[in-house]
Nanobody, 125 residues
Framework: QVQLVESGGELVQAGGSLRLSCAASGGIFSAYSLAWFRRAPGKERKFVAAIVWDGDTTLQSASIEGRFTISRLRAKNTVYLQMNNLRPEDTAVYYC??????????????????WGQGTQVTISS
C-alpha cells in the first residue's frame, strides 16, 4: 500500500520561498509518476507539477510561471516542490499524488491512485 506524507507548509510573506516534501512508502517503483496539486479556499483542486520516478521528465502548470520546481530524491523516496517568489494567490492546501504505469505525465487528478493528506501553505501580502 503506497503512502504519501507531505510536509513543509507554513505561513510566509509574499516574495518568500518554501520547499515542500512528500515522503513515499509502501512501494514506489520505476513505473510510477508523482505530482503536486493544490486546492485554494473555495476552489477546485488544480495541477501544479509532476515528475517521473525513474527519470528526469517533468511537467508543470503554466500558472506557476516557472516559479516552482519539482524534483525527487530516490535514495530518500521523497519528492520535493521548491516554491520561489511566492504570491498570496499561491495560498492553498498542497497535495502529493502518485500513479502507477508508464506513459506521459498527467495533469488530471482522477488519474492518480494515491494521495497524501495535504500541507497548508499560506502566503501573506
Amino acid at each position: 500500500q503506497v503512502q504519501l506524507v507531505e510536509s513543509g507548509g507554513e505561513l510566509v510573506q509574499a516574495g518568500g520561498s518554501l520547499r515542500l516534501s512528500c515522503a513515499a512508502s509502501g512501494g514506489i517503483f520505476s513505473a510510477y509518476s508523482l505530482a503536486w496539486f493544490r486546492r485554494a479556499p473555495g476552489k477546485e483542486r488544480k495541477f501544479v507539477a509532476a515528475i517521473v520516478w525513474d527519470g528526469d521528465t517533468t511537467l508543470q502548470s503554466a500558472s506557476i510561471e516557472g516559479r516552482f520546481t519539482i524534483s525527487r530524491l530516490r535514495a530518500k523516496n521523497t519528492v520535493y516542490l521548491q516554491m520561489n517568489n511566492l504570491r498570496p494567490e499561491d495560498t492553498a492546501v498542497y497535495y502529493c499524488a502518485a500513479r502507477s504505469g508508464s506513459g506521459p505525465l498527467s495533469r488530471v487528478a482522477s488519474s492518480y491512485d494515491h494521495w497524501g493528506q495535504g500541507t497548508q501553505v499560506t502566503i501573506s501580502s
